[in-house]
């Protein structure tokens, strides 16, 4: 069955806007503690996460709590349609981005390539149980992570999502990239590979 993607993001994310406040927040708890669980959590080097919009769940739970050894880092477009990632802490200065996105305020020297990151968790409009994502349509974070197409993390890709973001299966395009986990508020999916 070929899923109608846009349809799917419009209504995925129009529920996703609807969470009301508090879910929100027990999401954000629940997730955090099952990014900490993963098998390939580092406990050293540079992760990468993302500023929660459009009803994305959000990530400040799990920075939060980072073990010191880790760097949390954000997304920054970068003109060659790949992200970059840039360290980040609360309070840090942003600039708004073409998608009216917040990326931190730092000259392109200072941001990391895709291969220096340990763990990029990623936000997503869908999933299935195989680990495709489908994202907003841009293409950002499969450029990004192309690498992994073939070969296993690191960097590992975490999707993090509501429980009612699950498709019954997205059809995989040549370009994506399939994620190595979801956490939901629910659950941890850890898809098997052949």
Known sequence: MIVDRDALRRELRQRRRAVPPAQRLQAAEAVAERLHALPFMPTQGYVAGYWAM????????????????????????????????????????????????????????????AGAIALAVLPLVAFDRSGQRLGMGAGWYDRTFAQRRDSAGPPWLAGVAYSFQEAERLDARSWDVPLDAVCTEADTLIPVTA
């Open 54 to 113: 459009d009803g994305e769940l959000a990530l400040h739970v799990w920075q939060l709590r980072l073990p010191p050894g880790l760097v949390y880092c954000l997304p920054v477009l970068h003109d060659d349609g790949r992200l970059r990632f840039a360290p980040w802490r609360a309070g840090d200065p942003l600039v708004t981005n073409r998608y009216g996105i917040p990326e931190p305020d730092l000259g392109p020297e200072a941001c990391l390539e």
